[in-house]
């Protein structure tokens, strides 16, 4: 098949790469966009966005990401489904192979792959995975109406999913491992003001219980040294994100817990004409509209790079 040659090469489908696709369209890049495995991003397993400038009465997650797809869209970027399966970037035009059969020569990149959620790594999880045990409450609550469950962190994220789920469970049981939230204290007030919903403080999950059927509940180690059982349908993870870097990790330099380095205020990487954005470059904010802002700045300095070097 033969090779395309595409100016600006955008890949991952959230908030940062669609924004990068408004603003390298605007300044006529001709971007396409690869969307990758999960279209929309992580804010397509969310509720109502409440904190995204512009709602004042919030909005549906997949329904934002379709909005500023489509806003991309009627700017000319091209926007594809299709997952990135390598990548060479020892040279320009950089080489990138979609789902193991389209080979694209970008001059420029913007990498915009996001984060994936974590798991705690018990055997037990994985066993359960799916029949259970779930990384998203918003994507599987429903499954679990009138039951009881639990959430593991105590994140935002723990927190947004812990009332998300009270709202259709019986009970929901958090599992914290210290014996405070990490929370804002916006979101501790309205957890701990739920009448069904149980704080585990100081416990670890040591098993994720279950039969044929799937999930029947959780064996937790609290801090004193007590092991206990607790029954449950559901066991959901809200642990955090590790950045969906390992595509470029050969050539683009990441932090120790894999973020890719960019230069300073820009989206600049080490390697010239490879631009990072949103959550994949970002361990600190990793919001809807920090990530939009930062695929505005990679498609300015991608912009900025190509008047530079064609
Ligand atoms: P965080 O990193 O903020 O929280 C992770 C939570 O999981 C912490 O409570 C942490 O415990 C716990 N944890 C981590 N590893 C383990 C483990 N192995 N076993 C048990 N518990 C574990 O991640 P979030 O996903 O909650 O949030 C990420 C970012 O997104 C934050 O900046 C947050 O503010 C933001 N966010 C904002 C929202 C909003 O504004 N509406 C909604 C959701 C997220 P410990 O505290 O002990 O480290």
Known sequence: MAIENVKCLIIGGGPAGYTAAI???????????????????????????????????????????????????RLGADIRSGVVSSIDLSRRPFTVVIDG?????AQALIIATGATAKYLGLASEQQFRGMGVSACATCDGFFYRGRDVAVV?????????????????????????????????????RVLSTSNIEMLWECNTQEVLGDDAGV??????????????????????????????????????????GYIVTDGRTSRTNVDGVFAAGDVQDPLYRQAITAAASG????LDAEKFLLENS
């Not at 279209?39 to 329904?63: H, M, R, S």
């Not at 059969?101 to 020569?105: G, L, R, S, V």
């Not at 505005?296 to 498609?299: D, I, S, V």
């Open 23 to 73: 603003y390298a369209s605007r300044a006529a890049l001709s971007p396409v966009l690869y969307e990758g495995i999960q279209p929309g991003g992580q804010l397509t397993t969310t509720t109502t966005v409440e904190n995204f400038p512009g709602y004042p009465q919030g909005v549906d997650g997949v329904q934002m990401m379709d909005d500023i797809k489509s806003q991309a869209e």
């Open 101 to 105: 059969e389209k080979t694209i020569e």
């Open 153 to 189: 962190g105590g994140g935002d994220t723990a927190c947004e999913e812990a009332l998300y789920l009270s709202g259709l469970c019986r009970k929901v049981y958090m599992i914290v491992r210290r014996n405070v939230l990490r929370a804002s204290r916006a979101m501790q007030e």
């Open 216 to 257: 029947t509940g959780a064996r937790l180690l609290r801090k004193d040294g007590t092991v206990f059982d607790i029954k449950i349908d559901g066991f959901f993870l809200a642990i955090g994100h590790h950045p969906n870097s390992e595509l470029v990790s050969e050539w683009v330099k990441t932090d120790e817990n």
């Open 296 to 299: 505005c700045r990679a498609a």
